[in-house]
Structure formats: C-alpha cells, structure tokens
C-alpha cells in the first residue's frame, strides 16, 4: 500500500539535545513538507522540498534543520536551537505541480522535551 | 499574503443532524484551491474535500458539501447526516493554483466538532 510513514510515534528528548523525526513516502511524489501544530492551532510550515537535493525554510524555520538526499525520505533534526520544541509534527507530500496539489500526511510524531 | 479564518473554535452536532463549518480567507489571485481536512483523535489528517476557485459549481463528496462564495471569499463545509466518526477537528486551506511551480498550502486554525449520540 501507497503512502507516507513516520517515526517514531512519540519521542521523548532531553533538553540540549538534538533529535531527527523520520519521513518516508511510497508515492513517488516529488514535494514534501514538514509542519508543526500545537494545541488549538492549525499547522504551521518548517520546512518543504519540491526536489531532491533542494529544500526551503517556511514560515518557523528557526531551530529546525532537514535534508533531502532522496525522493522518499525527508528527515527532519530538530535542534537544541528550537526553544519550544514541544508539538505534534506532521510530514506530507504532494506531486508538488501541475493542477491538483493535494497533501498527503503521514500519522504524525508526538515530541515532548523533557 | 495569504490567511485564512475559522471563527467557530468549536461546534457540536446532534447525530444524524446537520452542521455547516464557516470559513473565510483572504486574497489577491483568482485562480486557487480551497480544502477542507479532517484530523480525528487519531490525528491523522485526511482530506475531506475540494474546490477549484474557477469551477461555479460547489463540490460534493457523499454527505459533505461545500458553499464556495468567491465573491465574498467564503468556503464553508456542510455535513449532512452526522456520525460519531465525525467528531474531529477540521481544517480550512487555501492554494495558489499553478500550472509549473509549487506553492505552499495555507492551513486555518480549526473547528473542533463533536458528534453528540
């Protein structure tokens, strides 16, 4: 079956530390996406990738850093530097072009700082 | 730029009755894609459905049915006989369409619906 794979579930990560959150997709689609939501707000944008190799920062892009080496995997490190780190985050892909750029999630990752 | 605004935070539905979810957004361009996703309690995000701002017609999916005022930039959702399996959060988002280039999809802050028996 067809579609996008994340992991860990929940992750838990010492203060200081850095962490990678994993993204996979079978869709062969060229963009993927990272967002983050917290409680009673809608999705925010880190971090998006229309190709491999290539990526750009969104709207909250402090403190994050992701990689984009092959077309299935879009990893996502966040960084001691991210001073709230504390969210949901969700990774998508779309084809990235063309008429019809409907996002696919993955089921999410539930990060907690400790 | 861009925004879009859910001014209902949350809403509640007898079952087998009918909700409608407001939204509204704000631009420039002429040609894009409006959307409505469901995240459940799971929090899987799935997408419920979608518009074409240059198609009139509103779009349907079964018992979801969009109002699409391009005019007045609203883009509500209509459910129709309401399930348990609809309690969930839904989000409005907004899209530039483009025939060659990418552009990023600009998510609401959320209705919260809950599906009462």
């Known amino acids: 079956d067809g579609g996008i794979t994340q992991s860990p579930k929940y992750l838990f990560r010492k203060e200081g530390q850095n962490v990678t959150l994993s993204c996979e997709q079978n869709?062969?689609?060229?963009?993927m996406y990272w967002y983050r939501q917290d409680p009673g707000q809608g999705l925010r944008l880190i971090y998006y990738?229309?190709?491999?190799?290539?990526?750009q920062k969104g709207d909250i892009a402090e403190g994050y850093s992701v990689s984009r080496e092959k077309k299935e995997s879009f990893p996502l490190t966040v960084t001691s530097a991210q001073k709230n780190p504390t969210a949901f985050y969700l990774c998508?892909?779309?084809?990235?072009?063309?008429?019809?750029?409907?996002?696919?999630f993955g089921p999410g990752t539930r990060l907690t700082v400790l | 730029a861009q925004t879009v605004t859910q001014s209902q935070p949350e809403m509640s539905v007898q079952e087998a009755e009918t909700v409608t979810l407001s939204c509204t957004y704000d631009?420039?361009?002429?040609?894009?894609?409006l959307f409505w996703y469901k995240q459940p309690p799971s929090r899987q995000m799935i997408l419920v459905i979608r518009?074409?701002?240059?198609?009139?017609q509103n779009a349907t999916e079964n018992r979801f049915s969009v109002n699409f005022q391009k005019a007045a930039k609203s883009f509500s959702l209509k459910i129709s006989d309401s399930q348990l399996g609809d309690t969930a959060m839904y989000f409005c988002?907004?899209?530039?369409?483009?025939?060659?280039?990418?552009?990023?999809?600009?998510f609401g802050p959320g209705t919260s619906l809950s599906v009462i028996p």
């Open positions: 998508a892909s779309s084809h990235g072009r063309g008429v019809e750029n409907e996002q696919f």
């Open positions: 869709l062969n689609h060229d963009a």
């Open positions: 990738s229309q190709i491999v190799n290539d990526f």
């Open positions: 631009t420039s361009e002429s040609n894009y894609y």
């Open positions: 518009q074409e701002a240059y198609k009139q």
């Open positions: 988002a907004f899209m530039k369409r483009r025939k060659t280039s990418y552009d990023k999809v600009i």
